[in-house]
Every structure is written in structure tokens, then in C-alpha cells.
């Protein structure tokens, strides 16, 4: 099974989104090359712990026989100083190597010499920091042992690239680099690499979100390496195997596999690895007295650890699960770690280590209020941090900072961390969505804040017409962060537009909701920017939101209204008086989180709802979109749907007759039931351009891209299936100006479901889209969407 999951695997690797790879793993070539040995072998007196002794050993060979034994000689020795973190001796070590190499004749052996030396090269580059020289050298290496036909070295540089590229945040350039990988081992036989390739292909998977593929990975690289009665890599898998079925809720399961992972290793730091990783899932489920009885063999069994990059990391794990968690109340305990971990990273020469180890110590100090220790401790991170090209880390600590002087009470200084904290997130948008789920990432917890955190400082009792203008950008920002993490891709085209510049007559409306209030920016033509806020928690305003929705959906009037007029009352009523004088005919609203569950021109002020007062138009953002006015000359109409239960889901008999009257007002072509399929849905769509494309299915919308859908007669189209779908990527000559989902719903449970169907719609490239957010009846959709379409001139 494991060879036909490998095949199917390679075959989808290539079309994924960017990628997340272990950043700590780095995959080791042969711990010590064969050398001609008289009397004492090193790699055994290695084996044995007996490092010094294998030095000796190797240090009297260097000065023996022909040169390639001495040049094999120094790369072993170079390679045991790097293990051992003797990392000047190991660069010594390796360019004596290379001068000797360099002597020999015969071209296929100076090549392996040189390019075993580059592969110790390229690790120390990686121990150091150095990923940029890190990813060159690999690529370099992995073509001159593809050169010689030595496929398992190839390999090992090609891994070892693509973790380099990863922890550079080059996530799509180190996809290329797997799907490389993959394919070399296709039709190779089992092996060793095969099962490290799996493996990592699993954690790329997960990285993306993708973890039922990953679990495939996972499994297929498990069952070769026990059919191949391999000692080591077993476990490795299994934790692997652990982290992946935590993330799909399978609690239990990775519990078991972490266990699994302990009890077959016979590394104490992946053992480490799987007793984290317990304690993590005990701490998740609040299991504190179990957790906290774990804590002090741990703890001691991580002072047993050699200086390696494994010993900084688990330090690191550890001190970030006592950090988040009430384990222990011991602030010395914490620090230690992160100490013990900073100093082992400075011998390394890790920057990015140093970097997390001093920042978390600072994050550890702002917890327990030490504002000043915090605050030098956090710059020191940020200097450590931005020596890096791409430093995906750099803004925590510029969070951290802006929180530390929102703090004090110091706005400007917080306000100015704060907005570099974003500019680096912008700086990283093309790589941040996809950074690993091993690293516990969370849009949720870990970038949105630092939107919403700057918008609250702007939008200060003291803002200035300057703060506005700046929190406006923020909430776009924030809008087109969202969707980049929907997508776990930054490809959406950015495009700024000016309200002027859309239409004299509209508002723009940005409410956004805080935790402990709800703040609103309006942009009116020719005006300053305006602010207002009410004093509501995010509870209540979540409550009413859900209340409202709840009430719309089932046709209940009790108590619909009044939370109807509250909304209204937060949202609009300060500005309604304005929007009478200026003229405004359309309010073009950004909605925030929850409010893109209900439909705002339902929002009621106690005489009409807003529908009733002006046109309501929701955009996801300004910047994805270009209005313009329809021309109604030479529309072209598609129109699909299905009448039949298909799949589950329930028939829609008044979806015929509803496609036939919007064909008599608007003459085009329809694809009903058996040839609503998604191929020749998308042959039409290339065929010719539509400025109005009408599907009346079954789907649903959801926060997750993996569960957005629409219903086909033979299939379900997801959301990344859409730009394909919609021709995007031929670039039609013309967007479709309206696109309508007249029988779909959203997610019941998910309150940010209907960000799936903003991801429809710029997916789709619509300008303008038309969808129900639940189910609705068929005959009152059939009636609303015949009376919704005008009566337009055939196109010619």
C-alpha cells in the first residue's frame, strides 16, 4: 500500500499550496565515510560515546596515506566538531579537506571528496545560521552527486535544501524542491531515504493544512521503514504521525503514538520530543496535576542533553508550554530554560535560536510586569532577529515591544512598534500563511491581534485625522490578511482605490469589532475620514450577531427587530444624519468577523431597515475589487443548476423553472442537472466570456478553504479549484460583473463562515456577488431570483 499512496503523492505534490518543512530537522549525510583503518575504527568508538576518542583517532589518520584517506579523514574529523559544536575547529577541519582534495587527479573521486566536505560545509552553514549559503551549497552538492550517480546523497542534499529554504520562508521555492525529491524516488526501490522523503512529505502536508494527505504520507513512510527493520526511524515517523493527528483532533491517537515514539528510540532528544508533546496534549485538555507530575524528570533529563540543535529546541518547547500554562508558578524554572537554551545557541553561533531564547525570556518578564526588563531583553531579540534576510520572528518581538509600551502608557512609541510589526508582516505575506502547524501557528493568536491591537491604539479619543487615515489602511490590511490565510496562499492582486474615485454618491463604512468596544471609520466623499465607537464588549456584540442571524434564518420576528435597531443604533445611526446631508445613495460596508454572517441591510432604525434608506454593497476589501458601473449592451449569461438529489443532498425541483425565466429575460446558455458537470461547466467558461454566471446548487461556506464547495451533478468544486473554474489564469478578457449562489448556505456552527464566500468571490473574480447565507425555500428563492433579473437585450 505504502508504493501506491508514494505514487499518488507525487502526482499532487507539484499543485499545493506553499509549504511548511521542519526547520530543525537537517537530514545528516553517512555519520562517517569509509576510510582505510589500521587499527582503532572511529565511527565505532563514536557509536560507543567515546567522541574524543574517535577525534584522536581520526586527527593521527589525516596525516596518513594516499590523499583522498586524508581528505576523507578531515571531512569525519569536521563532521564530529560539528556534532560536538566545536564549530571553528570544524571549518578548519573542512578547508584543510578541500585543499587536499583539490589535488587529486582522478575527476569522479576529487568530485565525492569535495562534495562529501561541501555536505559537512552546508550543515555547519545550517548550525550557524547561515541559510542563504546553506541553500546554495545544498543545490550545488545535490548536482554534482546526481552528476555521479549517487542518488541517496542526492537526496540528502536535496531535503536538506528544502529545509534551509523553509527556514528562510522561501515556502514555495523549498514545495519545488520536495516535489524534486518525490519524483527521484518513484519507481527506487526501499530505502532509508524513501522513508525520511515520506516523512517530510507528510510534514508538508500538514504544514499546509492538508492532513489527510499527510497522514497518508506518514503511514506509508512508517510501514518501509518496519518492513526495512529500521532502528531510528520508526519513531521519528511516529512523532510525525502524533503531531498530525493532534491537529485532526484525534487526541487519544497521538497520545499513542507519541508513547510509541518514546518507547522505540534510541535518541534521548526524540524522546524529549514525544514526552513534549504529551505534556502539550495534557495541558490542551487542562490535564494539570498529570502535566505537572511530568514536569520534573523532564526537566531534568533536558540537562543531560548534549549542545545541539535538538537540546535548544526542546528547551525552547518547554519553556513555551510552561509560558502559555499554570504548571508552574516558578518564574526561575521558566527562565532557566530559556537561559540554558540562549547559550547554547550563542555556541552554535544560531542567531534565529539566540533570537527566540532572549525574546520568550522578555515575554516571560512583560507576564509577570517587569516592564523594563522586558523591554531591553525584547530589543535584543529584534537586533538578533533582523539579521536574518527573511526573519518570519522579527515581528513578535516588534508586537511584543508595541505591547510593552501600550503598557507604560508611552501610545507613541507602541503605535510605532506596532506599525512595524505590521510592515513586517507585509514584508512576509507571500510565505507567513503557510508556516508549519508544528510550530502551533495561528492566524487567530498570533497576527490578527497585532492588527487589531494598532487599530485600537489609532482609534484613540486623542486619534488625529492622521490616526484615521492609518487605521483605515490597518483594516484593509487585516481584511486582506484574513483572506491570504483562507486561501494558505498571498496571491490575491492588490489593488487600492480611492471612494472618490468609485462613485460621488457612496460611503465606505469599516466597522471593526474590539474587545471592548465596537469602532467605525467612515469615508465620505471629499471629506475627512470620521470616527465613532460604542462602548460594547465583543460578547455582547457576538451575541446579537448570532441572535440576529438566528432569527433571519428561521423567519422568528420576536426579538428580531430589536436586535436589528441595536446594530443599527452601534453601526450607523451617529453618521445617518450626515449620509441624509451629503446625499449618499450607497454604503459600501467592510464588514469585521461576525458581521459578515448577516445580511446589514437588514439593520433597522425602528422605522425602515437600511436596505430601505440606501443601496448596501459588501466587499471583502477595497483592494480586491474594481468597481465599475455594468454596461447592459451585449451581456452574456451562463446559468447551471440542479433539480435532482445528487450526492446527499436534497432536489431543488423549482430550480428549472427558475433558470428558464432568467433565460427569458436575459437569453443565454444553461446547464441543467446531467450537464451541470465541472467540465463542462469549465469548457463553457473558457469558450466564451460571461459578464453573469447564475449556479443553482447545493454549497456551503465555511472559515476553512477545505470546506468552502459548490455542488456539481458529478462533483463538488472547492474554492482552489475556482480560479481555474472562472479562467483566471488565462486571464479573460472581461471579469464576470455578477455571480450568483442561489442555494447556498453557511457553515451551521462557524462564526466566520462567510468568509468562504468572500473567498468565492474574489476566487471567482466577480465584481459583484449574490449568495443566501442558509438555506432557503426553493419556490420563495425560485420567485426572488425571477424578479431579481431584468429584462436585458439579447447580446449580439
Given at each position: 500500500?505504502?508504493?501506491?499512496?508514494?505514487?499518488?503523492?507525487?502526482?499532487?505534490?507539484?499543485?499545493?499550496?506553499?509549504?511548511a518543512i521542519d526547520p530543525a530537522r537537517s537530514l545528516s549525510p553517512p555519520v562517517l565515510s569509509p576510510i582505510a583503518l589500521e587499527r582503532t575504527d572511529p565511527e565505532i568508538l563514536f557509536n560507543q560515546g567515546r567522541v574524543n576518542d574517535a577525534i584522536a583517532v581520526l586527527k593521527n589518520l589525516t596525516r596518513q596515506g594516499g590523499l583522498a584517506?586524508?581528505?576523507?579523514?578531515?571531512?569525519?574529523?569536521?563532521?564530529?566538531?560539528?556534532?560536538?559544536?566545536?564549530?571553528?575547529?570544524?571549518?578548519?577541519?573542512?578547508?584543510?579537506?578541500?585543499?587536499?582534495?583539490?589535488?587529486?587527479?582522478?575527476?569522479?573521486?576529487?568530485?565525492?571528496?569535495?562534495?562529501?566536505?561541501?555536505?559537512?560545509?552546508?550543515?555547519?552553514?545550517?548550525?550557524?545560521?547561515?541559510?542563504?549559503?546553506?541553500?546554495?551549497?545544498?543545490?550545488?552538492?545535490?548536482?554534482?552527486?546526481?552528476?555521479?550517480?549517487?542518488?541517496?546523497?542526492?537526496?540528502?542534499?536535496?531535503?536538506?535544501?528544502?529545509?534551509?529554504?523553509?527556514?528562510?520562508?522561501?515556502?514555495?521555492?523549498?514545495?519545488?524542491?520536495?516535489?524534486?525529491?518525490?519524483s527521484e524516488l518513484q519507481t527506487g526501490e526501499d530505502s532509508p531515504i524513501k522513508v525520511q522523503v515520506l516523512r517530510q512529505l507528510g510534514d508538508v502536508w500538514r504544514g499546509v493544512g492538508n492532513l489527510q494527505q499527510s497522514q497518508l504520507a506518514l503511514i506509508a513512510s512508517l510501514e518501509i521503514a518496519q518492513e526495512l527493520n529500521l532502528s531510528?526511524?520508526?519513531?521519528?515517523?511516529?512523532?510525525?504521525?502524533?503531531?498530525?493527528?493532534?491537529?485532526?483532533?484525534?487526541?487519544?491517537?497521538?497520545?499513542?503514538?507519541?508513547?510509541?515514539?518514546?518507547?522505540?528510540?534510541?535518541?534521548?532528544?526524540?524522546?524529549?520530543?514525544?514526552?513534549?508533546?504529551?505534556?502539550?496534549?495534557?495541558?490542551?485538555?487542562?490535564?494539570?496535576?498529570?502535566?505537572?507530575?511530568?514536569?520534573?524528570?523532564?526537566?531534568?533529563?533536558?540537562?543531560?542533553?548534549?549542545?545541539?540543535?535538538?537540546?535548544?529546541?526542546?528547551?525552547?518547547?518547554?519553556?513555551?508550554?510552561?509560558?502559555?500554562?499554570?504548571?508552574?508558578?516558578?518564574?526561575?524554572?521558566?527562565?532557566?530554560?530559556?537561559?540554558?537554551?540562549?547559550?547554547?545557541?550563542?555556541?552554535?553561533?544560531?542567531?534565529?535560536?539566540?533570537?527566540?531564547?532572549?525574546?520568550?525570556?522578555?515575554?516571560?518578564?512583560?507576564?509577570?510586569?517587569?516592564?523594563?526588563?522586558?523591554?531591553?531583553?525584547?530589543?535584543?531579540?529584534?537586533?538578533?532577529?533582523?539579521?536574518?534576510?527573511?526573519?518570519?520572528?522579527?515581528?513578535?518581538?516588534?508586537?511584543?515591544?508595541?505591547?510593552?509600551?501600550?503598557?507604560?502608557?508611552?501610545?507613541?512609541?507602541?503605535?510605532r512598534a506596532y506599525r512595524q510589526a505590521v510592515d513586517s508582516l507585509q514584508t512576509l505575506r507571500s510565505d507567513l500563511v503557510a508556516i508549519s502547524a508544528d510550530l502551533q501557528y495561528s492566524f487567530r493568536e498570533e497576527v490578527e491581534p497585532v492588527y487589531r491591537e494598532l487599530v485600537s491604539l489609532l482609534l484613540a479619543p486623542e486619534a488625529t485625522?492622521?490616526?484615521?487615515?492609518?487605521?483605515?489602511?490597518?483594516?484593509?490590511?487585516?481584511?486582506?490578511?484574513?483572506?491570504?490565510?483562507?486561501?494558505?496562499?498571498?496571491?490575491?492582486?492588490?489593488?487600492?482605490?480611492?471612494?472618490?474615485?468609485?462613485?460621488?454618491?457612496?460611503?465606505?463604512?469599516?466597522?471593526?469589532?474590539?474587545?471592548?468596544?465596537?469602532?467605525?471609520?467612515?469615508?465620505?466623499?471629499?471629506?475627512?475620514?470620521?470616527?465613532?465607537?460604542?462602548?460594547?464588549?465583543?460578547?455582547?456584540?457576538?451575541?446579537?450577531?448570532?441572535?440576529?442571524?438566528?432569527?433571519?434564518?428561521?423567519?422568528?420576528?420576536?426579538?428580531?427587530?430589536?436586535?436589528?435597531?441595536?446594530?443599527?443604533?452601534?453601526?450607523?445611526?451617529?453618521?445617518?444624519?450626515?449620509?441624509?446631508?451629503?446625499?449618499?445613495?450607497?454604503?459600501?460596508?467592510?464588514?469585521?468577523?461576525?458581521?459578515?454572517?448577516?445580511?446589514?441591510?437588514?439593520?433597522?432604525?425602528?422605522?425602515?431597515?437600511?436596505?430601505?434608506?440606501?443601496?448596501?454593497?459588501?466587499?471583502?476589501?477595497?483592494?480586491?475589487?474594481?468597481?465599475?458601473?455594468?454596461?447592459?449592451?451585449?451581456?452574456?449569461?451562463?446559468?447551471?443548476?440542479?433539480?435532482?438529489?445528487?450526492?446527499?443532498?436534497?432536489?431543488?425541483?423549482?430550480?428549472?423553472?427558475?433558470?428558464?425565466?432568467?433565460?427569458?429575460?436575459?437569453?443565454?446558455?444553461?446547464?441543467?442537472?446531467?450537464?451541470?458537470?465541472?467540465?463542462?461547466?469549465?469548457?463553457?467558461?473558457?469558450?466564451?466570456?460571461?459578464?453573469?454566471?447564475?449556479?443553482?446548487?447545493?454549497?456551503?461556506?465555511?472559515?476553512?478553504?477545505?470546506?468552502?464547495?459548490?455542488?456539481?451533478?458529478?462533483?463538488?468544486?472547492?474554492?482552489?479549484?475556482?480560479?481555474?473554474?472562472?479562467?483566471?489564469?488565462?486571464?479573460?478578457?472581461?471579469?464576470?460583473?455578477?455571480?450568483?449562489?442561489?442555494?447556498?448556505?453557511?457553515?451551521?456552527?462557524?462564526?466566520?463562515?462567510?468568509?468562504?464566500?468572500?473567498?468565492?468571490?474574489?476566487?471567482?473574480?466577480?465584481?459583484?456577488?449574490?449568495?443566501?447565507?442558509?438555506?432557503?425555500?426553493?419556490?420563495?428563492?425560485?420567485?426572488?431570483?425571477?424578479?431579481?433579473?431584468?429584462?436585458?437585450?439579447?447580446?449580439?
Amino acid at each position: 500500500m505504502a508504493h501506491l499512496q508514494l505514487g499518488l503523492l507525487i502526482a499532487i505534490v507539484i499543485a499545493v499550496n506553499p509549504l511548511a518543512i521542519d526547520p530543525a530537522r537537517s537530514l545528516s549525510p553517512p555519520v562517517l565515510s569509509p576510510i582505510a583503518l589500521e587499527r582503532t575504527d572511529p565511527e565505532i568508538l563514536f557509536n560507543q560515546g567515546r567522541v574524543n576518542d574517535a577525534i584522536a583517532v581520526l586527527k593521527n589518520l589525516t596525516r596518513q596515506g594516499g590523499l583522498a584517506p586524508r581528505a576523507t579523514a578531515w571531512r569525519n574529523l569536521a563532521f564530529l566538531y560539528t556534532k560536538t559544536g566545536q564549530l571553528p575547529l570544524a571549518q578548519d577541519a573542512i578547508n584543510q579537506g578541500l585543499a587536499i582534495a583539490q589535488e587529486v587527479t582522478a575527476q569522479p573521486q576529487q568530485l565525492t571528496l569535495t562534495s562529501d566536505l561541501q555536505a559537512v560545509q552546508a550543515q555547519l552553514y545550517t548550525a550557524t545560521g547561515q541559510l542563504e549559503n546553506a541553500v546554495e551549497l545544498n543545490a550545488a552538492i545535490a548536482a554534482n552527486y546526481k552528476q555521479l550517480g549517487d542518488l541517496e546523497k542526492q537526496l540528502h542534499a536535496t531535503l536538506n535544501q528544502a529545509n534551509a529554504l523553509q527556514s528562510l520562508g522561501l515556502y514555495k521555492q523549498a514545495l519545488k524542491v520536495m516535489a524534486h525529491a518525490t519524483s527521484e524516488l518513484q519507481t527506487g526501490e526501499d530505502s532509508p531515504i524513501k522513508v525520511q522523503v515520506l516523512r517530510q512529505l507528510g510534514d508538508v502536508w500538514r504544514g499546509v493544512g492538508n492532513l489527510q494527505q499527510s497522514q497518508l504520507a506518514l503511514i506509508a513512510s512508517l510501514e518501509i521503514a518496519q518492513e526495512l527493520n529500521l532502528s531510528a526511524e520508526p519513531a521519528e515517523t511516529l512523532v510525525s504521525l502524533a503531531k498530525t493527528s493532534r491537529l485532526q483532533g484525534s487526541v487519544n491517537q497521538a497520545y499513542r503514538y507519541y508513547q510509541q515514539a518514546i518507547k522505540s528510540t534510541p535518541s534521548p532528544t526524540l524522546a524529549i520530543q514525544g514526552r513534549l508533546g504529551q505534556m502539550e496534549l495534557l495541558v490542551d485538555a487542562g490535564e494539570l496535576i498529570t502535566a505537572r507530575k511530568l514536569l520534573p524528570a523532564l526537566i531534568e533529563d533536558l540537562s543531560t542533553l548534549s549542545l545541539s540543535q535538538g537540546s535548544i529546541h526542546s528547551h525552547l518547547a518547554l519553556g513555551r508550554i510552561l509560558i502559555k500554562s499554570d504548571l508552574t508558578p516558578d518564574i526561575t524554572t521558566i527562565s532557566q530554560l530559556f537561559t540554558t537554551a540562549y547559550d547554547q545557541a550563542q555556541q552554535l553561533g544560531d542567531r534565529s535560536a539566540q533570537s527566540t531564547a532572549i525574546g520568550l525570556l522578555g515575554q516571560l518578564y512583560e507576564q509577570h510586569q517587569q516592564y523594563d526588563e522586558a523591554l531591553t531583553l525584547t530589543q535584543q531579540a529584534l537586533v538578533l532577529a533582523q539579521g536574518d534576510l527573511v526573519s518570519p520572528i522579527s515581528y513578535q518581538w516588534q508586537w511584543q515591544l508595541g505591547r510593552i509600551y501600550r503598557d507604560q502608557n508611552n501610545r507613541t512609541e507602541s503605535i510605532r512598534a506596532y506599525r512595524q510589526a505590521v510592515d513586517s508582516l507585509q514584508t512576509l505575506r507571500s510565505d507567513l500563511v503557510a508556516i508549519s502547524a508544528d510550530l502551533q501557528y495561528s492566524f487567530r493568536e498570533e497576527v490578527e491581534p497585532v492588527y487589531r491591537e494598532l487599530v485600537s491604539l489609532l482609534l484613540a479619543p486623542e486619534a488625529t485625522q492622521a490616526d484615521l487615515i492609518q487605521a483605515r489602511e490597518v483594516l484593509e490590511l487585516l481584511q486582506l490578511a484574513e483572506l491570504d490565510n483562507f486561501f494558505r496562499d498571498a496571491c490575491l492582486e492588490v489593488k487600492p482605490v480611492q471612494v472618490d474615485n468609485i462613485d460621488p454618491t457612496a460611503a465606505i463604512i469599516y466597522p471593526i469589532i474590539l474587545d471592548d468596544r465596537v469602532e467605525v471609520v467612515v469615508a465620505l466623499p471629499g471629506r475627512e475620514l470620521i470616527n465613532y465607537s460604542a462602548p460594547i464588549p465583543k460578547a455582547r456584540i457576538e451575541l446579537t450577531i448570532l441572535k440576529l442571524k438566528r432569527n433571519l434564518a428561521s423567519g422568528r420576528t420576536r426579538g428580531l427587530l430589536q436586535d436589528a435597531e441595536n446594530m443599527y443604533d452601534w453601526l450607523i445611526k451617529p453618521i445617518a444624519t450626515e449620509l441624509k446631508t451629503q446625499g449618499i445613495k450607497t454604503l459600501v460596508i467592510i464588514p469585521d468577523g461576525s458581521l459578515r454572517n448577516i445580511p446589514l441591510s437588514a439593520l433597522y432604525d425602528g422605522e425602515k431597515f437600511l436596505i430601505q434608506h440606501h443601496s448596501v454593497v459588501v466587499a471583502p476589501s477595497l483592494q480586491l475589487i474594481e468597481p465599475q458601473a455594468l454596461n447592459n449592451q451585449n451581456v452574456q449569461l451562463l446559468t447551471a443548476g440542479l433539480t435532482e438529489a445528487r450526492q446527499g443532498f436534497s432536489a431543488l425541483p423549482n430550480v428549472g423553472e427558475e433558470l428558464r425565466q432568467i433565460n427569458a429575460k436575459i437569453p443565454g446558455v444553461t446547464l441543467l442537472n446531467q450537464e451541470f458537470t465541472e467540465s463542462r461547466l469549465t469548457q463553457n467558461l473558457q469558450d466564451q466570456n460571461f459578464q453573469i454566471v447564475h449556479l443553482a446548487t447545493h454549497g456551503e461556506f465555511s472559515s476553512q478553504a477545505k470546506d468552502t464547495y459548490l455542488l456539481t451533478w458529478d462533483d463538488r468544486i472547492n474554492i482552489n479549484e475556482l480560479s481555474a473554474l472562472f479562467n483566471q489564469d488565462q486571464k479573460q478578457v472581461e471579469p464576470i460583473e455578477l455571480l450568483v449562489l442561489s442555494a447556498c448556505k453557511t457553515a451551521v456552527g462557524d462564526s466566520r463562515a462567510a468568509l468562504g464566500l468572500a473567498g468565492v468571490a474574489v476566487r471567482a473574480g466577480a465584481r459583484s456577488t449574490l449568495a443566501s447565507l442558509w438555506y432557503v425555500s426553493d419556490e420563495a428563492t425560485s420567485l426572488l431570483m425571477t424578479n431579481f433579473t431584468p429584462t436585458l437585450p439579447p447580446a449580439r
